[in-house]
Structure formats: C-alpha cells, structure tokens
T-cell receptor, first 114, second 112 residues
C-alpha cells in the first residue's frame, strides 16, 4: 500500500542539540511539506519542496533546515537555533502543481525538548 | 494573505447530537477539502468538493460547497465518541502551485 511514513513517532532532544525527523513517501508524489502544530492550534508551514533538489521556506522556517535529494524523502532538521522546538510535526505529500486533490499526511512526530 | 476562518473554534456535544461547522474565506475557492485529525495522528481527508453548490456525503458526514464559492459547511449526524478530533477545512492557493491553505480547525469533543 502506498503511503507516507514519519519516524520516529516520539523524539526527545536536549537543549542545544540538532535532531532530524524522517519523512518517506512511496506515492510517487512530486511535492512534500513540513508543518508544525502546537496544542490547540492549526498547521503552520515550515518548508516545502515541489521537486527534487529544490525547496522553499514556509511561514516559520527559522531554526529549521531540509533537504530533498530523493523524490521519496524529505527530512527535517530542527536545529539548536529553534528556540521553542517542542511541538507535533507533520509531513505531507501531494502530486504537485495543479493538484486539487489535497495532501496525504504522515502520522506525525512529537518532539519534546528535555 | 488569504485566510480560511473556521467556526466554531471548539464544540463539546452529547453523543447522538448533530454537529455543524463552517469555513469562510474572503476569496473564491475552486476546491474545498475537509480533513479530520484524530488525537496524536495526522489529518485524513474526509470529503473533497469541486463544484459550487455541490453536496457530498461520506457516511454520517455531509459537506457542501457554498454557492458563493467563499464558504463550505460540514455536518456530522448522530455523533459518536470516535468523532472526537480536529476538523480542518482547506483549499488550494489560487497560484496553482498545488499548495493548500488550511483553516485553524474546529475541535470536537463528544460526551458519551
């Protein structure tokens, strides 16, 4: 079955550390996205990529970095520059430009700073 | 920029009750999407609407594409405890990039 997989489900980070969240899809989708969700709030776009080897900042990119070396993979690194990283992170993919069929989301990674 | 405004922000209802929520925009949309997010999981697409006035059902859920193309409604009939979650509306940005705009969500709690 095609889908999008995020790992790990739960992640703990010490202050000052970088951590990388994994996102893999086998839907052959061109576009991939990273969102942050804080308790009781909506989805805020961190980064997105519409094609391999290209990505753009979203609304809250500061303190985060991404890469898109393969179509299937779009890892997100939460750097030590992100002052408040504790949140629920969601990865999504879509067919890309002209898409009116919505996104497919992963099941999320909950990151906690300890 | 474009925004989608959802209301109500949250609802606390008794099992068996019907639920209505809506999503409005100052701009026209050609597609309306409704997602549900279970606690601790990613959102899942419930219903997609592509035509003004369209009414589409998915089990106990019914969604409508407003005739002005600036709003959409989601109704849940005879709510059950597993309806608990956050419901998001979404629509594609007019620039045709494939990116979506999401509403802030309506949080639904159902009391057994």
């Amino acid at each position: 079955d095609g889908g999008i997989t995020q790992s790990p489900k739960y992640l703990f980070r010490k202050e000052g550390q970088n951590v990388t969240l994994s996102c893999e899809q086998n839907l052959n989708h061109d576009a991939m996205y990273w969102y942050r969700q804080d308790p009781g709030q909506g989805l805020r776009l961190i980064y997105y990529s519409q094609i391999v080897n290209d990505f753009q900042k979203g609304d809250i990119a500061e303190g985060y970095s991404v890469s898109r070396e393969k179509k299937e993979s779009f890892p997100l690194t939460v750097t030590s520059a992100q002052k408040n990283p504790t949140a629920f992170y969601l990865c999504a993919s879509s067919p890309g430009q002209g898409n009116n069929y919505g996104y497919t989301f992963g099941s999320g990674t909950r990151l906690t700073v300890v | 920029g474009q925004q989608l405004n959802q209301s109500p922000q949250s609802m606390f209802i008794q099992e068996g009750e019907d639920v209505s929520m809506n999503c409005t925009s100052s701009s026209i949309f050609n597609t309306w999407l409704w997602y549900k997010q279970d606690p601790g999981e990613g959102p899942v697409l419930l219903i997609a609407l592509y035509k003004a006035g369209e009414l589409t059902s998915n089990g106990r859920l019914t969604a409508q594409f407003g005739i002005t193309r600036k709003d959409s409604f989601l109704n849940i009939s005879a709510s059950i405890p597993s309806d608990v979650g956050i419901y998001f509306c979404a629509g594609p940005k007019p620039s045709n990039t494939g990116k979506l705009i999401f509403g802030q969500g309506t949080t639904l709690q159902v009391k057994p």
